[in-house]
Nanobody
Framework: HVQLVESGGGLVQPGGSLRLSCAAS????????TAWYRQAPGKKRELVAN??????NYADSVKGRFVISRDNAKTTVDLQMNSLKPEDAAVYYC???????????WGQGTQVTVSS
């Protein structure tokens, strides 16, 4: 069983930056891929970025602005968000999957609000 705890959300002005963190605990040995998703009101949950064995993938809408990183133990994953836009506002969720990309756990979500 894996538990995920996210932190770092909050209110930021357009153009500002935030750094989200996700800490995994429990049976973390099977974690292969770690990702950040987001869900805005009335919209489907969407992939923001993921990372596995050093390879990263980003949604087109965040390329060049967001950076995902993970420690070697795969127990902490960060999302550095720069040049934030109002459309980036959402609840951000951390997700971890095994080698076969089966869901292991989801975090509880952290709110990001981008507003002046």
């Amino acid at each position: 069983h894996v538990q995920l705890v996210e932190s770092g959300g909050g209110l930021v002005q357009p153009g500002g930056s935030l750094r989200l963190s996700c800490a995994a605990s429990g049976s973390t040995a099977n974690i292969y891929s770690t990702a950040w998703y987001r869900q805005a009101p009335g919209k489907k949950r969407e992939l923001v970025a993921n990372i596995n064995t050093g390879r990263t993938n980003y949604a087109d809408s965040v390329k060049g602005r967001f950076v995902i990183s993970r420690d070697n133990a795969k127990t902490t994953v960060d999302l550095q968000m720069n040049s934030l836009k109002p459309e980036d506002a959402a609840v951000y969720y951390c997700n971890v999957r095994d080698f076969w990309l089966r869901d292991i756990a989801w975090g509880q979500g952290t709110q990001v609000t981008v507003s002046s």
